[in-house]
C-alpha cells in the first residue's frame, strides 16, 4: 500500500513538473544542458514541504545523469550541472549549491553546504586580465557512500567513503575513506575505522585529542 501511494505520489509529481521538463529541453537546446538545469533549479529550489521534495526529485531524476530511490533535494538548494549524480538515499540540506559532484548512495549533507569543483576555477597569474577572464580548472568532486558533510561546509576536494566533515570545515584536500576531519583547512582528527595498516585505532572525535 506505501509503495503504491508512493509510486502515484511520484507520478503525480512527474506530471505536475512536466512544464518544467518542457522548458529544460527547450533551453538545454539553446544554451546547453547546465545553463539550462541551472535556472530550472533555482525555480523549483523555492517549492516548500514534501511537495517541493517531490517535484524536485522528479525534475532531476529526468534531467541529472543519476538522481537515485528516495535522494532529497531540500528547499533552496542550487544544483549547477547535469552531469551531477546522487546515489539511491542522497540527503541534501537546504541552501546547498553543487557543481559538477558525483555522491554515492547514502550521502548526507547538512544545510548551507557549499561543494565546488576544486578551487581554481579561475587563473590569477595574470595581472593585466580580470580574474573572471582568467581560464582556470573545474575537476569534478566526488563524495563517498554513507559520508556525512555537517552545516555550512565549503568542499573543494574529493571526499571518501564512510567520512565525516566536521561543520563549518573547508576541504581543500582529498579526505581518505573513514576520515573524521574538522576546521579551517579541514584535517584528521579521528578515524570511523582505521586505515589498513596503521597503528591508529578508530577513534571518536571527541578521544582523538587525548592521544
Ligand atoms: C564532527 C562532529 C561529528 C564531531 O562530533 P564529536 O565526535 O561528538 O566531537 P566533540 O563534539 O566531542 O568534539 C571534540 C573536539 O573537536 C572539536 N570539534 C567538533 N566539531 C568541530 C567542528 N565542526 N569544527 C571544529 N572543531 C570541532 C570540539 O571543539 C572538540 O575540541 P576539544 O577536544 O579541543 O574540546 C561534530 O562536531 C559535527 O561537526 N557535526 C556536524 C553537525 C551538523 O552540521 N549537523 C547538521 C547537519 S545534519
Given at each position: 500500500?506505501?509503495?503504491?501511494?508512493?509510486?502515484?505520489?511520484?507520478?503525480?509529481?512527474?506530471?505536475?513538473?512536466?512544464?518544467?521538463?518542457?522548458?529544460?529541453?527547450?533551453?538545454?537546446?539553446?544554451?546547453?544542458?547546465?545553463?539550462?538545469?541551472?535556472?530550472?533549479?533555482?525555480?523549483?529550489?523555492?517549492?516548500?514541504?514534501?511537495?517541493?521534495?517531490?517535484?524536485?526529485r522528479a525534475f532531476y531524476r529526468c534531467t541529472l545523469a543519476e538522481c537515485g530511490e528516495?535522494?532529497?533535494?531540500?528547499?533552496?538548494?542550487?544544483?549547477?550541472?547535469?552531469?551531477?549524480t546522487c546515489g539511491d538515499m542522497v540527503y541534501i540540506g537546504p541552501y546547498c549549491v553543487l557543481g559538477d559532484v558525483g555522491m554515492e548512495?547514502?550521502?548526507?549533507?547538512?544545510?548551507?553546504?557549499?561543494?565546488?569543483?576544486?578551487?581554481r576555477q579561475h587563473g590569477i597569474e595574470r595581472l593585466d586580465l580580470p580574474v573572471r577572464e582568467q581560464l582556470g580548472q573545474w575537476p569534478r568532486v566526488t563524495i563517498g557512500c554513507d559520508t556525512w558533510i555537517g552545516d555550512r561546509a565549503v568542499i573543494?576536494?574529493?571526499?571518501?567513503?564512510?567520512?565525516?566533515?566536521?561543520?563549518?570545515?573547508?576541504?581543500?584536500?582529498?579526505?581518505?575513506?573513514f576520515a573524521i576531519v574538522v576546521g579551517v583547512p579541514a584535517h584528521i582528527v579521528g578515524w570511523r575505522k582505521a586505515p589498513a595498516g596503521s597503528e591508529q585505532t578508530a577513534a571518536p572525535l571527541s578521544s582523538a585529542g587525548e592521544k
Open positions: 500500500m506505501r509503495n503504491a501511494l508512493k509510486f502515484l505520489a511520484n507520478s503525480l509529481a512527474l506530471l505536475c513538473v512536466s512544464p518544467c521538463l518542457v522548458c529544460y529541453c527547450i533551453a538545454a537546446l539553446l544554451q546547453g544542458k547546465s545553463p539550462a538545469l541551472a535556472g530550472v533549479s533555482q525555480l523549483l529550489s523555492l517549492l516548500p514541504g514534501t511537495t517541493g521534495v517531490y517535484l524536485r528516495g535522494s532529497v533535494i531540500s528547499f533552496g538548494v542550487l544544483l549547477t550541472h547535469a552531469n551531477t548512495r547514502d550521502v548526507l549533507i547538512g544545510s548551507h553546504v557549499s561543494i565546488t569543483n576544486g578551487n573543494m576536494a574529493n571526499v571518501g567513503q564512510h567520512c565525516v566533515v566536521g561543520a563549518g570545515a573547508v576541504v581543500t584536500k582529498p579526505v581518505p575513506d
